[in-house]
C-alpha cells in the first residue's frame, strides 16, 4: 500500500516516513517546494531505503484541490503538516489558525474524490487542554480545549501566539470529524493526540536556531539560551519514535476507525528537563526554578486498548538522545 504523508520535511513526518518505508509502505510525501524536496530525500536516504519514496510539491495547501494530484492512487493518508511556532507570530489567524484549518479540510476534501481508506492525524494534547492545565482529575479523548478558541474568537489576530497554535488544533481537529460527520466520506478517521514531542530529529535543520518548537526547547536549556524555568509549563511528553510508531498502528489497526487517542509517555515540566541535563550533562549553566503547575495525569487507556501500546520511551531517555543528537548534528 501507499501512504501519503504531508509535511515530510517536519520533525514528526519525517520520522513517521522512516517507519512507514522500515514497515514495507511505499510513501509519497509533501512538501511545500522542490528545494525542500531534495533535502528531504538526502536526509531520509542516509538512515532508510528510500527506493519507495516518491515526493511531491503541495505548495499552498490552504487552495482549494490543492491535494487532488498528491492523493491519486493513494491508500492511506498520514496528516502531519501544520504551522507549529511561536516567535515571529504577527498575525495569529493567517500565520496559525487558517492554513492550519484550511489545509485540513482541503485534505479532506481531495481524499472523498479518491481511493483514500484511511486518514490519520496528528492532532495535539492542545486540542484536549488549555496551555495551563486546569482540570485536576485527569485528562482524556472526551476533552475538548474549548477556552482557546473562545480565546481565539475573542482576540483574532491578537491572540498570543501558544493559545492560537492550540486553537488551530483545536479547530482544525474537530473540522475533521465535523467534515466525517457531514458527508460520510468513503475513508475513514483516526486522530493521534500526543503531548510535547522530543527525540532525535532526522528532518533536515541547518542549525540549533531552526529547530521545530518543541526540541529547540530542549536545544535552548542545554545551551543557555533560556534563563528561567517557566513555572506554569506542565504537559505531558513523548518520543517521536513513539509518535511514529502510533501513527503507523493508527493506519493498520482496524478497530482504531473513528476513534481520537491520546498518547503520552508521563509527565513533563521544564524543571524535571533539567533535572535529567544536570545530571547526563553536568557542569553547564542551568537555570534553576520550580514549577507551580501540577501536571494532570493523562489517562492512555484508549492508545493500550485499540494500539496496544502499553510502553513508551521515558522522559530521560528522550531527553537523553535528543541532546546526544543535537551535539552530533550541530556539534555543540
Ligand atoms: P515541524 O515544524 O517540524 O513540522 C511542521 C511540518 O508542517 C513541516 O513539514 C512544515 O513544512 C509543515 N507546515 C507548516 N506550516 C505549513 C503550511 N502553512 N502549509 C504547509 N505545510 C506546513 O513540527 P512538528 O513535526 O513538531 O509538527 C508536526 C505535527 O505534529 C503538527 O501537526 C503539530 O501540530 C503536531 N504536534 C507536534 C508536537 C510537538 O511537540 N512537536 C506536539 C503535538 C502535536 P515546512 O518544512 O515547509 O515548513
Redesign the pocket.
Known amino acids: 500500500p501507499t501512504v501519503l504523508v504531508?509535511?515530510?520535511?517536519?520533525?514528526?513526518?519525517s520520522h513517521v516516513t522512516w517507519k512507514l518505508l522500515q514497515s514495507g509502505f511505499s510513501v509519497r510525501g509533501?512538501?511545500?517546494?522542490d528545494a525542500?524536496a531534495e533535502q528531504v530525500r538526502t536526509a531520509l536516504s542516509g538512515i532508510v531505503n528510500t527506493e519507495k519514496l516518491s515526493i511531491i510539491a503541495?505548495p499552498?495547501?490552504?487552495v482549494d484541490s490543492a491535494f487532488d494530484l498528491a492523493v491519486e492512487k493513494i491508500d492511506f493518508v498520514v496528516?502531519?503538516?501544520?504551522?507549529?511556532?511561536y516567535s515571529g507570530v504577527t498575525n495569529a489567524s493567517a500565520d496559525l489558525v487558517d492554513?492550519?484549518l484550511n489545509?485540513v479540510l482541503s485534505l479532506l476534501r481531495s481524499c472523498a474524490k479518491s481511493s483514500v481508506k484511511r486518514v490519520v492525524i496528528?492532532?495535539?494534547?492542545?486540542a484536549l487542554r488549555c496551555v495551563t492545565p486546569t482540570l485536576p482529575e485527569g485528562l482524556s479523548e472526551v476533552d475538548w480545549n474549548l477556552a482557546s478558541i473562545n480565546t481565539f474568537r475573542e482576540l483574532g489576530p491578537e491572540t498570543p501566539a501558544p493559545v492560537a497554535?492550540h486553537a488551530s488544533?483545536t479547530l482544525a481537529e474537530k473540522a475533521a470529524w465535523d467534515f466525517v460527520q457531514s458527508t460520510n466520506p468513503t475513508f475513514d478517521l483516526v486522530v493521534i493526540?500526543?503531548?510535547?514531542?522530543?527525540g532525535p530529529i532526522i528532518?533536515p535543520c541547518a542549525s540549533p536556531s531552526q529547530l521545530?518548537?518543541?526540541?529547540k526547547m530542549v536545544a535552548d536549556f542545554y545551551l543557555h539560551n533560556t534563563k528561567e524555568i517557566d513555572p506554569l509549563a506542565a504537559a505531558g511528553c513523548i518520543d517521536?519514535r513513539d509518535v511514529a510508531r502510533a501513527h503507523v498502528l493508527a493506519l493498520t489497526t482496524p478497530r482504531a476507525s473513528g476513534q481520537r487517542i491520546l498518547i503520552s509517555s508521563g509527565p513533563f515540566t521544564q524543571e524535571m528537563l533539567v533535572k535529567v541535563l544536570e545530571k547526563h550533562f553536568p557542569g553547564r549553566p542551568y537555570p534553576s526554578g520550580f514549577t507551580i503547575a501540577v501536571p494532570i495525569p493523562e489517562v492512555t487507556t484508549k492508545a493500550a486498548l485499540i494500539l496496544g501500546i502499553t510502553e513508551y520511551i521515558s522522559l530521560e531517555n528522550m531527553i537523553v538522545d535528543t541532546v546526544w543528537n543535537l551535539k552530533n548534528s550541530f556539534n555543540i
Do not use: E, L, Q, W
Open positions: 504531508t509535511g515530510i520535511s517536519g520533525f514528526v513526518g509533501t512538501v511545500r517546494s525542500k503541495v499552498d495547501m490552504s496528516h502531519t503538516a501544520s504551522p507549529f511556532f492554513p492550519a489545509g496528528t492532532s495535539s494534547i492542545g497554535y488544533k493526540n500526543p503531548p510535547i514531542i522530543f528532518h521545530n518548537t518543541s526540541v517521536v
